[in-house]
């Protein structure tokens, strides 16, 4: 039944789920025609929300291209490929691999989202490698699968949030501490059950199906063949002009790495454990410096990598633009409103799950969604004597829950893995279904 389920998905998926790119427009016009229908806005009034938001998202647009560009050159040096191999060598079979590549990447994104995307993709690559009989889509699909538990982790954009002092919402709530929110039972139970159960998930999804079509990991390896070597270092001295000494020195590699970590270390010490994708991408790319020895290897493995962003750097501003329409038109907080008037005081956190995870389609930004929808599901927890902590946490946990059938998220993993949306869709699919159960008894019954 579970082979028959998810063949059916993968095919659907796989036929009529347009590019992200496509995806990304389709749900511009919906959002658009929604903001129309349902609320006192017209044609002109959401044109002029559409483009007042579409340049909201450039920096972290930027942040996330780095994330991809800076891991892509980490990942192609010899140092990580080294490592990498030596961890894939942990599996010899393709529920072996399956297993390996889930927890690894769900353990990632429990320390940090964007490191977790990375190391996931990365290692499913060099797991393909040491595996070729696994299915490539459904070892990527178990990289993403990880990503679930990101916002019940180290860097969830709302308990990371309403634990600072000076939060939006702390006139009304104080600061809410981790160990009430990320330490909680509810929480605490539903990463738990994720992180041992994931792993199996997809080995029986990788075991009952027998998909169609299976992608050669060879032709999808980060195009290392391509970019190693891509422009040999010059050997003789009597041809190194002083521009190529410079070009080839690893002198100059390793003082302007070991500068940056300096910092990273100075960050942590100021800071505490602050992993933020700031961090995270300076760590990348400071690492990636050194590990590839010599400024013109580095600018040989950049050119290769910078390939992969162009996704995220088109499609970032429409979402960006569809997260205006659905702020200034009022939809969201209508959608958040409809769902608070049929809770009470046990369901209030279990529909706010809900409907964060309906709103995520929309706004797929863990801290921008809470920004709406955080000030009406906490004043609504309040009214009804809800648990506000409780209540944050089933807004994270929605934003999380549908990452799994939003493509938002995907494209920096699938942008290393050299697949499509539709690629690793269908898998997805069968994870968002099947984690609805723990996170729903987390949030209803501890």
């Not at 998202?57 to 490929?81: E, H």
């Not at 929480?187 to 992608?215: A, C, D, E, W, Y």
């Not at 000030?375 to 009214?383: C, H, L, N, R, V």
Request: proline share 4%.
């Amino acid at each position: 039944m579970l082979g028959s389920i998810t063949n059916f998905f993968d095919r659907m998926v796989r036929r009529y789920l347009p590019d992200a790119f496509l995806f990304a427009i389709i749900l511009t016009f919906v959002v658009f025609l929604l903001g129309i229908i349902f609320t006192n806005n017209n044609p002109v009034d959401m044109v002029g929300y559409w483009g007042g938001g579409f340049w909201g998202l450039l920096a972290f647009a930027m942040q996330m291209a780095l994330i991809v560009v800076t891991g892509y050159i980490l990942a192609n040096s010899p140092v990580v490929k080294r490592f990498l191999g030596k961890i894939s060598n942990l599996a010899n079979t393709p529920g072996q691999a399956v297993i390996l590549v889930t927890l690894v990447a769900t353990i990632a994104c429990l320390i940090n989202y964007g490191f977790g995307l990375v190391v996931g993709a990365l290692l499913a690559i060099h797991v393909a490698k040491r595996v070729p009989s696994a299915d490539y889509r459904i070892l990527m699909a178990s990289a993403y699968s990880g990503f679930l538990v990101w916002h019940g982790g180290l860097s969830g954009s709302v308990p990371l949030l309403i634990a600072t002092e000076d939060h939006f919402l702390a006139d009304k709530i104080g600061s809410i501490p981790v160990v009430d929110t990320l330490f909680a039972g509810p929480n605490l139970f539903i990463v738990g059950t994720l992180l041992v159960t994931l792993p199996l998930l997809n080995r029986l999804i990788m075991q009952s199906t027998q998909t169609v079509g299976k992608i050669d990991p060879a032709l999808l390896n980060l195009q290392q063949s391509t970019m190693e070597d891509s422009e040999p270092e010059l050997t003789s001295k009597e041809e190194l002009t002083p521009a190529d000494r410079l070009e080839n020195s690893r002198i100059i590699s390793y003082l302007v790495g070991l500068l940056g970590l300096a910092f990273v270390v100075y960050h942590f010490v100021t800071n505490g454990f602050d992993l933020n994708l700031n961090i995270v991408n300076f760590i990348f790319l400071f690492l990636g410096i050194i590990f590839h020895g010599t400024p013109r290897r580095f600018l040989n493995s950049v050119s290769g990598a910078v390939k992969n962003a162009g996704g995220i750097i088109i499609q970032f501003p429409f979402y960006a633009g569809i997260m205006g329409m659905m702020e200034s038109s009022g939809l969201s907080h209508e959608l958040s409103l409809w769902f608070v008037n049929i809770s009470n005081e046990f369901t209030l956190p279990w529909l706010s799950f809900i409907s964060a995870g309906i709103l995520n389609f929309f706004i797929p930004s863990g801290g921008g969604q809470w920004a709406i929808q955080g000030p009406i599901m906490i004043d609504a927890a309040m009214s009804l004597g809800a648990d506000t902590a409780k209540t944050a946490m089933a807004v994270a946990w929605g934003d999380a829950w549908t990452n799994m059938i939003q493509p938002f998220w995907a494209l920096p993993l699938l942008a290393i893995a050299g697949l499509k949306v539709r690629d690793i869709m269908g898998f997805c699919v069968m994870v968002l279904f099947y984690s609805f159960i723990p996170i729903s008894i987390g949030l209803l019954f501890f």
